[in-house]
């Protein structure tokens, strides 16, 4: 069952959704993506106790709303994204459709000034990012010992990345928006899989001994890269 409501703290009032379960034996409280606090509770806890959590966790509540925030406001209205640079969208007249990169913003061909230009971007950034995926778990794989395996594009709104069982990677291809440094962290993050199971220490001193610097990347990661998740073309 879901609800919402509103908790009062000194620096003011925010809204929270709850989600009772009569599984549930403890809370659970998430910060999504947009910044809007999420609780899961047992549905016997009254309302007050929920309350009573969330006035207990308030500075680390606090603290993940104001980091969303920040990154939400990293996203610039009209803009595009490629490897971490916010581009202007030029729409172009041409019969031939077509995306580039050129003086510094994307180039997208279009036949009429009223057609849609996301399906041809969407398709160039599935191109871009199996490309590049392609080429940085090949470099990484070689001096893992690895034969790099199949690779696979996926959509999520939440995930980057994953190493099946079987063997096969799969990846986000909004990771062709972000920097060139957080993609290499991905790769080499879903290739130790194949060394490691699961993410015990030996798990991360493999992507050290590949990437020493992985710490700042994965922080990057999980404090800015959220919103890319949600991210599409606003409509002209």
Not at 41 to 67: D, G, N, T
Not at 197 to 208: K, L, M
């Amino acid at each position: 069952m879901s609800s919402s409501d509103k908790f009062v703290a000194k620096s003011g009032s925010f809204p929270f959704r709850l989600r009772t379960s009569r599984r549930r034996r403890s809370v659970g409280l998430t910060v999504t993506d947009t910044g809007e606090l999420l609780v899961h509770a047992p549905k016997s806890l009254s309302l007050r106790a929920v309350q009573e959590v969330i006035a207990r966790h308030l500075a680390w509540i606090e603290k993940k709303q104001a980091e969303r925030r920040e990154a939400l406001s990293r996203l610039e209205p009209g803009k595009v994204y490629y490897q971490g640079r916010a581009l202007d969208l030029k729409p172009v007249n041409s019969a031939a459709h077509g995306v580039r990169l050129a003086e510094g913003c994307l180039q997208v061909g279009l036949r009429t000034a009223a057609q849609d230009p996301w399906p041809q971007l969407l398709n160039w950034y599935h191109r871009e990012a199996a490309a590049l995926l392609t080429a940085r778990v090949r470099h990484f794989a070689a001096p893992m010992g690895l034969v790099p395996p199949p690779l696979e594009l996926r959509a999520w709104r939440r995930r980057w990345g994953e190493c099946h069982p079987d063997g096969r990677l799969r990846f986000n291809w909004r990771l062709v928006l972000l920097p060139p440094e957080i993609l290499d962290y991905l790769a080499v993050h879903e290739l130790a899989h194949l060394l490691v199971s699961g993410h015990p220490p030996r798990f991360w001193q493999a992507v050290g001994k590949y990437l020493p610097d992985f710490a700042p990347r994965r922080r990057w990661l999980r404090v800015y890269g959220s919103p890319f998740l949600l991210w599409k073309l606003e409509p002209a």
